[in-house]
């Protein structure tokens, strides 16, 4: 079964940056879609927010969209890992970001990485 391990997390005040990893166990090269969720309250549903196909071809959230391109999804099928490339952060940004395939494998979930955006 695969599974997932999130990294990149951390605290940031308004306006920076993170860099979000996401290492699958195994090959992510046959998988056509790859994605990032996010839970931004215990007991909150997890959103989809970023995919990206097998081609590297993303799409974002409206939310996302209508910000201009605050966060840029990225894979390397060669290393299995995703990217979540996320700028200009807002306190509603925080959350705990986990990456799966779309639609997630209920057996996949990692632990995922908390982002805190706080000034």
């Known amino acids: 079964q695969l599974q997932f391990v999130e990294s990149g997390g951390g605290f940031v005040q308004p306006g920076g940056s993170l860099r979000l990893s996401c290492a699958a166990s195994?090959?992510?090269?046959?998988?056509?879609?790859m994605a990032w969720y996010r839970q931004q309250a215990p007991g909150k549903q997890r959103e989809l927010v970023a995919?990206?196909?097998?081609?590297?071809?993303?799409?974002?959230?409206s939310s996302v969209k209508a910000d201009g391109g605050r966060f840029v999804i990225s894979r390397d099928n060669t290393k299995n890992t995703v990217y979540l490339q996320m700028n200009s952060l807002k306190p509603e940004d925080t959350a705990v970001y986990y990456c799966?395939?779309?639609?997630?494998?209920?057996?996949?979930w990692g632990q995922g990485t908390q982002v805190t955006v706080s000034s």
């Open positions: 799966n395939t779309d639609p997630a494998r209920l057996d996949s």
């Open positions: 195994g090959s992510i090269r046959s998988i056509g879609v």
């Open positions: 995919v990206i196909s097998r081609g590297s071809k993303p799409d974002y959230i």
